[in-house]
Each structure stands twice: as structure tokens, then as C-alpha cells.
T-cell receptor, first 120, second 113 residues
Framework: DTEVTQTPKHLVMGMTNKKSLKCEQH?????MYWYKQKAKKPPELMFV???????INESVPSRFSPECPNSSLLNLHLHALQPEDSALYLC???????????????????FGAGSRLTVL | ELKVEQNPLFLSMQEGKNYTIYCNYS?????LYWYRQDPGKSLESLFV?????AVKQEGRLMASLDTKARLSTLHITAAVHDLSATYFC?????????????FGQGTILTVHP
């Protein structure tokens, strides 16, 4: 299995709702990521989990709450979002967190198909 | 702060022509990735370049890396319509154990007859 699976594919929510995005991989990857992508823009890193521990939080507002229940699963809990949070949310995984100078190989990120979120 | 700049941002090509997309980055890094994204879809890994002078080729695409110049190029040979997509380069910022991947702005490529 060489895929990253994201659910749901589409999500519409109101500003008072609580919802979650889910991500799963069975490639034995030890690092998992959440990226946010607005239309016609590059992906922007939100969070990195390495070995199930949060290693990077890119100053993301607390209305986004990541969770890594185990090495295969990554969730993004959403609460009290704003319309400007509407975007494509991409999950990715890699063998390990990419770093310069490492000799462990290419460590390519594999991306899921994304969850398109609309906040009304 | 690491900055990654691509040019051109928009590229309209005729089928059969050649062109090059450039990716410049601002700080030392020895790991550069190229991704392709079709409209409304996820990112597909094309190449990873790990060392100065690295060159990778797949079909009509060839990528190279010059770490001294902090420059990578993605060369398109004899373009076909199927290559129409957005192409991103991405670089790992160094200096920490868990570096983050920073993307360029993307180059929107349209190949027309």
C-alpha cells in the first residue's frame, strides 16, 4: 500500500461546528504532516508529527488541533473556524522528517488527495 | 527565513517546444524536490535531488540541482498536452532536526496545440 488516504474529501461546516479531518497511511512512515493550500497558492506547512510526537507547529491558530493516535493515523480537529480557513487540507507522510545532511535517503513526502473544506 | 522563488509563474507552451522552469532558494540546502499538481488534485512527486550536480530524468522532464548557485531547473522537452499542470519546487530548511519543506509559488504550465 503506497497511499495516503484522507477523509472526508469534501466538508462544509458552519463557524460553530466541530469536525475532524482524518488521514491514514500504511507505508510504515514515521513522519506525518498537515498542509493547508489556498487556491492557486503553494501548500503551507501547519504541523509535523515525527514518531507520533508533534515536532513542528507553524504558529497555527488553536482552532486547529492535531492529533496522532498512532503511527498510521493523523487527525485534524476543527472548531470555531472562520470563512478564511476554507482551503484544501493536505496530509502527507514520509519515512522520516526531512532534514538536511541526513544520509537516510530521499525521504520524499507522499501526499493524500486532500480534504476540501468550506466554512460558511 | 528560507525563500523559494520560481519563474516563470505562468508558462504557455506550444506542443513540441522546449522550455525551462527555474527555482531559486535563499539558504543552504542539499535536498530539493519537484512536485506536480493537477487542478483540484493532490501533489505527485516527480524528482528529489540530493547533491550538487544531481540530474534526474523521467520522460520529457529533466531536473538538475546546483547547490552553489542555489538553483534548480526543470527542463521540458518536446512538450505535450498531458504535461499541463502546476509544478512546484520545494526545499528543506536546514539547521533543525526536523526541517520543514518550503514550496515555491508554483509554475502553471499550459501546453496547447
Amino acid at each position: 500500500d503506497t497511499e495516503v488516504t484522507q477523509t472526508p474529501k469534501h466538508l462544509v461546516m458552519g463557524m460553530t461546528n466541530k469536525k475532524s479531518l482524518k488521514c491514514e497511511q500504511h507505508m510504515g512512515h514515521r513522519a506525518m504532516y498537515w498542509y493547508k493550500q489556498k487556491a492557486k497558492k503553494p501548500p503551507e506547512l501547519m504541523f509535523v508529527y515525527s514518531y507520533e510526537k508533534l515536532s513542528i507547529n507553524e504558529s497555527v491558530p488553536s482552532r486547529f488541533s492535531p492529533e496522532c493516535p498512532n503511527s498510521s493515523l493523523l487527525n485534524l480537529h476543527l472548531h470555531a473556524l472562520q470563512p478564511e480557513d476554507s482551503a484544501l487540507y493536505l496530509c502527507a507522510s514520509s519515512q522520516d522528517a526531512p532534514q538536511t545532511g541526513a544520509t537516510t535517503g530521499a525521504n520524499v513526502l507522499t501526499f493524500g488527495a486532500g480534504s476540501r473544506l468550506t466554512v460558511l | 527565513e528560507l525563500k523559494v522563488e520560481q519563474n516563470p509563474l505562468f508558462l504557455s507552451m506550444q506542443e513540441g517546444k522546449n522550455y525551462t522552469i527555474y527555482c531559486n532558494y535563499s539558504t543552504t540546502s542539499d535536498r530539493l524536490y519537484w512536485y506536480r499538481q493537477d487542478p483540484g488534485k493532490s501533489l505527485e512527486s516527480l524528482f528529489v535531488l540530493l547533491s550538487n550536480g544531481a540530474v534526474k530524468q523521467e520522460g520529457r522532464l529533466m531536473a538538475s540541482l546546483d547547490t552553489k548557485a542555489r538553483l534548480s531547473t526543470l527542463h521540458i522537452t518536446a512538450a505535450v498536452h498531458d504535461l499541463s499542470a502546476t509544478y512546484f519546487c520545494a526545499v528543506v530548511a536546514g539547521g533543525t532536526s526536523y526541517g520543514k519543506l518550503t514550496f515555491g509559488q508554483g509554475t502553471i504550465l499550459t501546453v496547447h496545440p
